[in-house]
């Protein structure tokens, strides 16, 4: 009877308690997080309160050890440079996730973002239209970074201009050409046009250098000097190969090519250049020639008619 009446006792003291805590406490809690700024009426209000701010700040710091868990995640296995590289994009991934949070957090606590969306979306049709091959430079970066298309040291040639990558931003690559000037390439030209990637499988390429002699030459003799010229140049691969093909019968020469594999096309010019050389010592040692293009032009002798004059007209049964 004595612990009834005392449990009885306990469970009337804990009754204002628990009022209090389901009342008052709460009631002040939800006074505090309403309080802020409120602008408008109805539908069309607007609560600026604390609670809204501090569900943004939540919000923000869980999306951000989110993203930076996944940043982590997907690098852990990068090398430092791509890593740098794919640090720059993912920037510009997480200010835009960060505004998707923003907004979906404004909305859940009542507040109608439709005007603010198609205000934003008009706006960024505009920016869009304005800064279109901005965009198409950066979403090719991006590309480029993700698929390993190219790389630093790579050999392009675009518009007919032959560079070696030395950098690899996201809106732009840059390269040396062979007269040590650098050429900027907007990265949306790797997207949208042709180009060439010297190395894209390996660095080995096969070049050729053509040249043309007189008909009657020996043709024999002709391939052995060829092959000549290419085996004592420095910087010529031995494996595969070099081979010389009959390319064709010219207007007025027998044209030849002579083929050979090198390691770096970006010294192309100057191996050419020396086979060019040794070819022509080679030809005037062997009486080899290299004729000059040649035209034949025909003159034909007309009688011109007699003019006439007044008074020298011929009459009708007259000799002539």
Known sequence: MLQDKTAALAQDKAKPVKEFIERDLWDVIREILNYGLHIGEGEKSIDLTI??????????????????????????????????KFFSVFKYIRYAIYMVVV?????????DITLLITASAALFVGIGLALQEFFQDIIAG??????????????????????????????????????DKVLVIPNHKFMSEVIYNYTQNHRMTRESVQVGVAYGSDVELVTRLLLDAVNTQKGILK???????????????????????????????RI?????????????????????????????????????????????????
């Open 51 to 84: 609670g809204l701010l501090l569900s943004l700040s939540l919000a923000m710091i869980a999306t951000t050890l989110v993203l930076k868990w996944l940043r982590n995640l997907y690098t852990r296995k990068m090398e430092h440079e791509d890593r740098m």
């Open 103 to 111: 907004l979906l957090t404004v909305s859940s606590a009542g507040i």
């Open 142 to 179: 991006i590309m480029i970074l993700v698929d390993k298309s190219l790389h630093v040291g790579d050999i392009v040639e675009v518009d007919g201009k032959v560079g070696k990558v030395f950098e690899i931003k996201l809106r732009s690559t840059r390269a040396l050409t062979r007269d």
């Open 239 to 269: 494996n595969p190969k070099p081979f010389v093909q009959f390319e064709d019968f010219g207007d007025s020469a027998l044209i030849f090519s002579v083929k050979f594999f090198i390691n770096d096309s970006f010294s192309d010019p």
């Open 272 to 320: 050419k250049s020396d086979i060019r050389y040794r070819i022509d010592r080679l030809f005037r040692e062997n009486s080899v020639t290299i004729p000059f293009p040649q035209r034949d032009v025909h003159f034909y002798a007309h009688t011109p008619l007699a003019v006439r004059q007044p008074g020298n007209e011929k009459q009708p049964g007259t000799p002539g």
